[in-house]
Protein backbone atom coordinates (compact mmCIF):
# COMPACT_ATOMS: atom_id res chain seq x y z
CA UNK A 1 0.00 0.00 0.00
CA UNK A 2 3.12 2.39 -0.97
CA UNK A 3 2.88 5.15 -3.41
CA UNK A 4 6.52 4.84 -4.86
CA UNK A 5 8.53 7.45 -7.04
CA UNK A 6 7.43 6.56 -10.30
CA UNK A 7 11.44 6.48 -11.62
CA UNK A 8 12.61 3.93 -8.75
CA UNK A 9 11.36 0.91 -10.23
CA UNK A 10 11.18 -0.23 -13.80
CA UNK A 11 8.27 -2.85 -13.19
CA UNK A 12 5.97 0.00 -11.84
CA UNK A 13 6.40 2.22 -14.50
CA UNK A 14 5.10 -0.60 -16.63
CA UNK A 15 2.38 -1.33 -14.87
CA UNK A 16 1.22 2.32 -14.20
CA UNK A 17 1.52 2.35 -18.32
CA UNK A 18 -0.58 -0.86 -18.66
CA UNK A 19 -3.06 0.24 -16.49
CA UNK A 20 -3.70 3.32 -17.54
CA UNK A 21 -3.95 1.99 -21.31
CA UNK A 22 -6.47 -0.40 -20.19
CA UNK A 23 -8.59 2.41 -18.26
CA UNK A 24 -8.51 4.18 -21.90
CA UNK A 25 -9.77 1.43 -23.54
CA UNK A 26 -13.90 1.53 -24.23
CA UNK A 27 -14.11 -2.28 -24.33
CA UNK A 28 -12.21 -2.43 -21.27
CA UNK A 29 -13.66 -0.04 -19.25
CA UNK A 30 -16.46 1.37 -21.13
CA UNK A 31 -17.87 4.71 -20.01
CA UNK A 32 -21.51 3.34 -19.40
CA UNK A 33 -24.02 5.11 -21.84
CA UNK A 34 -20.93 6.94 -23.92
CA UNK A 35 -20.20 4.25 -26.98
CA UNK A 36 -16.24 4.70 -27.86
CA UNK A 37 -15.66 6.45 -25.04
CA UNK A 38 -13.86 4.98 -21.41
CA UNK A 39 -13.73 5.13 -17.50
CA UNK A 40 -10.60 7.32 -18.31
CA UNK A 41 -12.50 9.72 -20.36
CA UNK A 42 -15.03 9.98 -17.23
CA UNK A 43 -12.24 11.25 -15.06
CA UNK A 44 -11.14 13.77 -17.70
CA UNK A 45 -14.99 15.27 -17.74
CA UNK A 46 -15.49 15.00 -14.22
CA UNK A 47 -12.39 17.56 -13.47
CA UNK A 48 -13.78 19.32 -16.49
CA UNK A 49 -17.08 20.01 -14.30
CA UNK A 50 -15.18 20.54 -11.39
CA UNK A 51 -13.73 23.24 -13.03
CA UNK A 52 -17.07 24.75 -14.51
CA UNK A 53 -18.73 24.72 -11.12
CA UNK A 54 -17.65 28.06 -9.68
CA UNK A 55 -18.57 28.11 -6.06
CA UNK A 56 -20.12 30.13 -5.25
CA UNK A 57 -21.64 31.08 -9.17
CA UNK A 58 -21.64 34.63 -8.50
CA UNK A 59 -18.11 34.81 -8.96
CA UNK A 60 -15.33 33.48 -11.35
CA UNK A 61 -12.30 32.30 -9.06
CA UNK A 62 -13.13 29.52 -6.87
CA UNK A 63 -14.53 26.52 -8.03
CA UNK A 64 -15.16 23.15 -6.57
CA UNK A 65 -11.90 21.44 -6.55
CA UNK A 66 -9.66 24.81 -7.50
CA UNK A 67 -8.35 28.13 -5.76
CA UNK A 68 -10.07 27.27 -2.54
CA UNK A 69 -9.66 25.23 0.56
CA UNK A 70 -11.29 22.01 -1.24
CA UNK A 71 -8.36 21.68 -3.72
CA UNK A 72 -6.23 18.97 -1.90
CA UNK A 73 -8.79 17.16 -0.54
CA UNK A 74 -10.85 16.98 -3.59
CA UNK A 75 -7.74 15.97 -5.69
CA UNK A 76 -6.90 13.39 -3.13
CA UNK A 77 -10.27 11.78 -3.30
CA UNK A 78 -10.36 12.19 -7.24
CA UNK A 79 -6.77 10.30 -7.04
CA UNK A 80 -8.06 7.67 -4.55
CA UNK A 81 -11.14 6.83 -7.46
CA UNK A 82 -8.82 6.79 -10.30
CA UNK A 83 -6.52 4.34 -8.12
CA UNK A 84 -9.59 1.83 -7.61
CA UNK A 85 -9.68 0.99 -10.92
CA UNK A 86 -5.74 1.35 -12.04
CA UNK A 87 -5.74 -1.80 -9.04
CA UNK A 88 -8.48 -3.27 -11.26
CA UNK A 89 -6.83 -3.25 -14.46
CA UNK A 90 -3.66 -4.26 -13.25
CA UNK A 91 -5.09 -7.13 -11.20
CA UNK A 92 -3.31 -6.35 -8.11
CA UNK A 93 -4.97 -4.99 -4.77
CA UNK A 94 -1.14 -3.60 -3.36
CA UNK A 95 -0.55 -1.72 -6.48
CA UNK A 96 -0.77 1.75 -5.76
CA UNK A 97 -0.65 5.41 -7.47
CA UNK A 98 3.39 6.33 -8.48
CA UNK A 99 4.10 9.89 -8.35
CA UNK A 100 6.41 11.86 -9.90
CA UNK A 101 9.14 13.53 -8.12
CA UNK A 102 9.53 16.74 -10.22
CA UNK A 103 11.71 18.90 -8.17
CA UNK A 104 14.79 16.52 -8.90
CA UNK A 105 14.13 17.21 -12.29
CA UNK A 106 14.17 20.86 -11.57
CA UNK A 107 17.98 20.38 -10.88
CA UNK A 108 18.83 18.47 -14.09
CA UNK A 109 20.77 21.06 -16.10
CA UNK A 110 17.64 19.84 -19.06
CA UNK A 111 14.85 18.96 -17.07
CA UNK A 112 13.36 17.86 -20.38
CA UNK A 113 15.82 15.09 -20.48
CA UNK A 114 14.61 13.69 -17.88
CA UNK A 115 14.18 9.93 -17.54
CA UNK A 116 10.57 10.40 -17.21
CA UNK A 117 9.90 11.66 -20.50
CA UNK A 118 11.63 8.61 -22.08
CA UNK A 119 9.93 6.07 -24.46
CA UNK A 120 9.69 3.80 -21.89
CA UNK A 121 8.05 5.96 -19.87
CA UNK A 122 5.54 8.99 -20.20
CA UNK A 123 7.36 9.45 -23.70
CA UNK A 124 4.76 6.65 -24.70
CA UNK A 125 1.82 8.38 -24.41
CA UNK A 126 3.03 10.86 -27.21
CA UNK A 127 2.70 7.70 -29.72
CA UNK A 128 -0.64 8.94 -31.46
CA UNK A 129 -1.43 5.12 -31.89
CA UNK A 130 -1.60 4.63 -28.54
CA UNK A 131 -2.92 7.47 -27.28
CA UNK A 132 -5.73 9.27 -28.52
CA UNK A 133 -7.55 12.51 -26.76
CA UNK A 134 -11.12 12.18 -27.05
CA UNK A 135 -12.75 14.84 -24.65
CA UNK A 136 -12.00 18.50 -24.69
CA UNK A 137 -13.23 21.75 -23.28
CA UNK A 138 -15.57 23.51 -25.52
CA UNK A 139 -16.99 26.87 -25.37
CA UNK A 140 -19.68 25.52 -23.32
CA UNK A 141 -18.87 22.76 -21.36
CA UNK A 142 -16.88 19.39 -22.87
CA UNK A 143 -16.88 18.63 -26.72
CA UNK A 144 -16.19 14.75 -28.10
CA UNK A 145 -14.02 15.12 -30.76
CA UNK A 146 -15.40 13.24 -33.99
CA UNK A 147 -11.95 12.77 -34.55
CA UNK A 148 -9.46 11.80 -31.34
CA UNK A 149 -6.19 13.29 -31.61
CA UNK A 150 -2.80 12.93 -30.25
CA UNK A 151 -2.03 14.34 -26.80
CA UNK A 152 -0.17 17.36 -26.63
CA UNK A 153 3.06 18.48 -24.60
CA UNK A 154 5.33 21.18 -25.05
CA UNK A 155 7.96 20.53 -22.55
CA UNK A 156 9.90 23.29 -20.77
CA UNK A 157 8.16 25.51 -23.42
CA UNK A 158 7.14 27.98 -20.55
CA UNK A 159 7.89 28.37 -16.77
CA UNK A 160 10.19 26.04 -14.98
CA UNK A 161 9.89 23.51 -12.28
CA UNK A 162 9.48 24.44 -8.85
CA UNK A 163 12.70 23.71 -6.43
CA UNK A 164 13.05 21.77 -4.02
CA UNK A 165 14.40 25.10 -1.86
CA UNK A 166 10.79 26.34 -3.30
CA UNK A 167 8.87 23.06 -2.04
CA UNK A 168 11.01 23.05 1.63
CA UNK A 169 10.03 27.07 1.76
CA UNK A 170 6.65 26.37 1.72
CA UNK A 171 6.51 23.92 4.28
CA UNK A 172 8.33 25.54 6.65
CA UNK A 173 6.70 28.91 6.80
CA UNK A 174 3.16 28.28 6.00
CA UNK A 175 1.66 27.02 9.69
CA UNK A 176 -1.94 27.93 8.68
CA UNK A 177 -3.85 25.45 6.01
CA UNK A 178 -5.58 28.17 4.98
CA UNK A 179 -6.87 31.85 4.69
CA UNK A 180 -9.78 33.92 4.28
CA UNK A 181 -10.86 34.91 1.53
CA UNK A 182 -10.63 31.36 0.79
CA UNK A 183 -9.33 31.70 -2.59
CA UNK A 184 -6.59 32.28 -4.91
CA UNK A 185 -5.46 35.57 -3.38
CA UNK A 186 -5.81 33.62 0.19
CA UNK A 187 -2.35 33.22 2.37
CA UNK A 188 -1.59 29.60 3.75
CA UNK A 189 -0.40 26.43 2.40
CA UNK A 190 -2.97 25.22 0.18
CA UNK A 191 -2.61 28.73 -2.11
CA UNK A 192 0.99 28.32 -2.05
CA UNK A 193 1.09 24.94 -2.82
CA UNK A 194 -1.58 25.34 -5.69
CA UNK A 195 0.05 28.02 -7.09
CA UNK A 196 -1.54 31.41 -6.82
CA UNK A 197 0.93 32.88 -4.49
CA UNK A 198 4.25 32.68 -3.74
CA UNK A 199 7.21 32.97 -6.01
CA UNK A 200 7.44 29.48 -7.55
CA UNK A 201 4.09 28.72 -8.06
CA UNK A 202 4.16 24.91 -7.52
CA UNK A 203 1.66 22.79 -8.83
CA UNK A 204 0.17 25.75 -11.48
CA UNK A 205 3.75 25.83 -12.63
CA UNK A 206 4.47 22.09 -13.11
CA UNK A 207 0.54 22.50 -15.41
CA UNK A 208 2.13 25.22 -17.51
CA UNK A 209 5.52 23.66 -17.45
CA UNK A 210 4.24 20.27 -19.11
CA UNK A 211 2.07 22.58 -21.61
CA UNK A 212 -0.25 21.51 -23.96
CA UNK A 213 -3.31 19.64 -23.26
CA UNK A 214 -1.89 19.45 -19.56
CA UNK A 215 -2.78 23.53 -19.13
CA UNK A 216 -6.73 22.82 -19.88
CA UNK A 217 -9.73 21.92 -17.55
CA UNK A 218 -9.44 18.55 -19.41
CA UNK A 219 -5.62 17.96 -18.06
CA UNK A 220 -6.17 14.50 -17.25
CA UNK A 221 -6.07 13.91 -20.68
CA UNK A 222 -2.34 14.07 -19.98
CA UNK A 223 -1.68 10.89 -17.87
CA UNK A 224 1.20 13.28 -16.22
CA UNK A 225 -1.89 14.25 -14.44
CA UNK A 226 -2.31 11.99 -12.05
CA UNK A 227 1.64 11.71 -11.52
CA UNK A 228 1.76 15.11 -10.83
CA UNK A 229 -1.26 15.20 -8.48
CA UNK A 230 0.34 12.36 -6.39
CA UNK A 231 3.49 14.53 -5.46
CA UNK A 232 1.21 17.42 -4.64
CA UNK A 233 -0.54 15.01 -2.75
CA UNK A 234 2.14 13.79 -1.05
CA UNK A 235 3.68 17.21 -0.19
CA UNK A 236 0.46 18.10 1.68
CA UNK A 237 0.69 14.63 3.39
CA UNK A 238 4.24 16.12 4.47
CA UNK A 239 2.60 19.10 5.71
CA UNK A 240 0.37 17.46 7.83
CA UNK A 241 2.69 15.10 9.62
CA UNK A 242 4.99 18.25 10.27
CA UNK A 243 2.04 20.22 11.75
CA UNK A 244 -0.18 17.76 13.06
CA UNK A 245 -2.29 20.72 15.26
CA UNK A 246 -3.00 22.46 11.95
CA UNK A 247 -6.83 21.64 11.47
CA UNK A 248 -8.59 21.98 8.11
CA UNK A 249 -10.10 25.09 7.51
CA UNK A 250 -12.98 26.35 6.82
CA UNK A 251 -14.69 24.49 9.95
CA UNK A 252 -18.31 23.90 9.16
CA UNK A 253 -19.72 26.93 10.57
CA UNK A 254 -18.02 29.25 7.90
CA UNK A 255 -20.65 30.99 6.00
CA UNK A 256 -22.33 29.17 2.78
CA UNK A 257 -20.60 31.16 0.36
CA UNK A 258 -18.10 28.59 0.90
CA UNK A 259 -20.24 25.04 0.21
CA UNK A 260 -18.44 22.44 -1.47
CA UNK A 261 -14.91 23.52 0.73
CA UNK A 262 -15.72 23.47 4.67
CA UNK A 263 -14.55 20.36 6.66
CA UNK A 264 -18.28 18.43 6.26
CA UNK A 265 -19.05 19.20 2.72
CA UNK A 266 -19.65 17.13 0.19
CA UNK A 267 -16.80 17.12 -2.27
CA UNK A 268 -17.73 17.59 -5.92
CA UNK A 269 -18.33 14.32 -7.73
CA UNK A 270 -20.01 12.57 -10.66
CA UNK A 271 -19.98 9.01 -8.68
CA UNK A 272 -22.96 8.18 -6.78
CA UNK A 273 -21.16 7.64 -2.93
CA UNK A 274 -22.88 5.52 -0.85
CA UNK A 275 -21.27 7.90 1.99
CA UNK A 276 -20.23 11.30 0.30
CA UNK A 277 -16.48 12.23 0.42
CA UNK A 278 -16.00 15.33 2.53
CA UNK A 279 -12.70 17.17 2.73
CA UNK A 280 -12.85 15.61 6.65
CA UNK A 281 -13.39 11.82 5.47
CA UNK A 282 -9.41 12.10 3.37
CA UNK A 283 -7.67 14.04 5.94
CA UNK A 284 -5.99 10.80 6.49
CA UNK A 285 -4.22 8.40 4.08
CA UNK A 286 -3.64 5.72 6.67
CA UNK A 287 -7.33 6.13 7.32
CA UNK A 288 -9.62 7.07 4.76
CA UNK A 289 -13.24 7.13 6.03
CA UNK A 290 -16.28 5.68 4.73
CA UNK A 291 -16.96 4.78 1.80
CA UNK A 292 -13.09 3.92 1.36
CA UNK A 293 -11.96 1.39 3.18
CA UNK A 294 -8.83 -0.50 4.73
CA UNK A 295 -8.41 -1.87 1.11
CA UNK A 296 -7.72 1.97 -0.07
CA UNK A 297 -4.95 2.76 2.77
CA UNK A 298 -1.67 4.22 1.47
CA UNK A 299 1.37 6.03 2.36
CA UNK A 300 4.33 7.04 0.80
CA UNK A 301 7.73 5.83 0.14
CA UNK A 302 9.97 8.60 1.73
CA UNK A 303 9.26 11.92 2.35
CA UNK A 304 12.45 12.74 3.26
CA UNK A 305 13.32 15.03 0.38
CA UNK A 306 10.38 17.43 2.56
CA UNK A 307 12.36 18.08 5.60
CU1 LIG B 1 -7.21 19.90 -10.87
Given at each position: MIRRNILSDEGLRQRFIDGVLALKDPARFPWPGQQGLSIYDFFVAWHHQSMM?????????????????????????YLLRFEGYLRTAVGDPEFRLPYWDWAADAALSNPRQS?????????????????????????????RLARPRPLQRALGSQGALPTREAIRAVLRDQLLYDAPPYSSASNGFRNYLEGWEGPARIHNSVHVWVGGDMTDSTSPNDPTFFLH???????????????????????QSAPADLAFHRIDDTLYSVFRETTPV????????????APFRTADRYDYDSLTDLQ
Open positions: LFTPPTQRDRNAAHSGPAFLPWHRYRIWAGTALGRFTGPRLWQVRVVPAERGLTHCNVDRIWYAWQRRYPDAPYLPATPRSVLNPLRPG
